[in-house]
């Protein structure tokens, strides 16, 4: 299966038990990852990056090595990880899907999966019309 069918596979068409779609989902490979990760160094979390020294990449930390506070919003759960963003970037990004994927390349200085060759990366799409009315029309929380 190629990179984009499995994206393809796994959007944000899949909503939560209350049918809303959901914010945040991630395709087999990141899924497996996550499962990796958290074999090696337990409960994990996600936050994603505004874009300081890593980029914009999604970071994977051990749950209690990165504090969330009032500033982040936290997005839903991908392979029982919490999911977070900064609340500034939410606001830019709210009308949009993330989907977590894998990618080859190093991770994150201070993410989990640095040293593996392999990085998480963000793909994301516009919610539809109906999926931003689901959401509450301004995809608040």
Not at 30 to 42: M, N, P, Q, R, S
Request: net charge negative; with cysteine; charged share 20%.
């Amino acid at each position: 299966m190629s990179a984009m069918e499995t994206v393809e596979a796994t959007t944000a068409e899949q909503a939560g038990v209350d049918g809303t779609p959901l914010r945040v989902t991630a395709t087999p490979t990141a899924l497996a990852l996550i499962d990796e990760l958290k074999a090696e160094y337990g409960p994990v979390m996600f936050h994603q990056s505004g874009g300081c020294c890593d980029g914009s990449s999604p970071m994977c930390y051990p749950v209690g090595d990165f504090i969330v506070g009032d500033n982040d919003v936290h997005l839903g759960q991908v392979g029982g990880a919490d999911f977070y963003i900064s609340r500034t970037q939410f606001e830019v990004w709210k009308h949009t899907h993330i989907m977590l994927d894998v990618v080859p390349g190093r991770g994150g200085m201070f993410s989990l999966e640095n040293g593996r060759e392999k990085r998480f990366h963000i793909r994301s799409r516009l919610f539809t019309q109906a999926e931003n009315d689901a959401l509450g029309g301004a995809c608040q929380l």
